[in-house]
């Protein structure tokens, strides 16, 4: 069955720097990888969408990378703020199957 | 457009009882989507409902159960609760969860039910 593993312990960064969380994945190459973001209490909120055919996406801050040679996505928030404190959760989907299966997620917290 | 709705927000059972959360996804979207959420399991995907047929269906014992009517919305019923039942369960709302058209199976989620089972 398919594996999707995340960074279980939490990523501390400081206020300004660039924080990256890693996504492996196992066994099935999944067509896209989706990144939501999840703050305590509430449900995930899509933030990025990336497609096996591309090898990066950015938005704002943000950018996602997908190497499918590694099987891993890579997320960056570059300037990173308070604000970005939140758990990340990569979910890869495949062109076979409709039901999306998420990572245990990664909690970020940006000291000031 | 609405979010998301989920009903209701919190619930507190005892053990043995039953319960139906309820959602009703954004309109127009027409796949909807249960996960459990734990912190030990993380977040864990019950059924997805397509055009009110299951569409896909993970690991969970049948005391899990859901429905979806002609306008999409969706029922998730857990019977003969137990202790470890206890979790935030979310729902979540896609235009079609086609797999095929990656855009259009993002998902978007509820606030959740806090369900905690004494």
Redesign the interface.
Known sequence: SQKIEQNSEALNIQEGKTATLTCNYTNYSPAYLQWYRQDPGRGPVFLLLIRENEKEKRKERLKVTFDTTLKQSLFHITASQPADSATYLCAPGYSSASKIIFGSGTRLSIRP | KAG?TQTPRYLIKTRGQQVTLSCSPISGHR?V?W?QQTPGQ??Q?LF?Y?SETQ??K?NFPGRFSGRQFSNSRSEMNVSTLELGDSA?Y?C?SSWT????E??K????????T?LSVL
């Open positions: 998301v796949s989507s996960y993380g977040l995907f997805e397509f569409r896909n993970g935030l979310l979540a969860g086609d797999a095929a990656p855009a199976n993002i998902q978007y989620f509820g606030a959740g806090r």
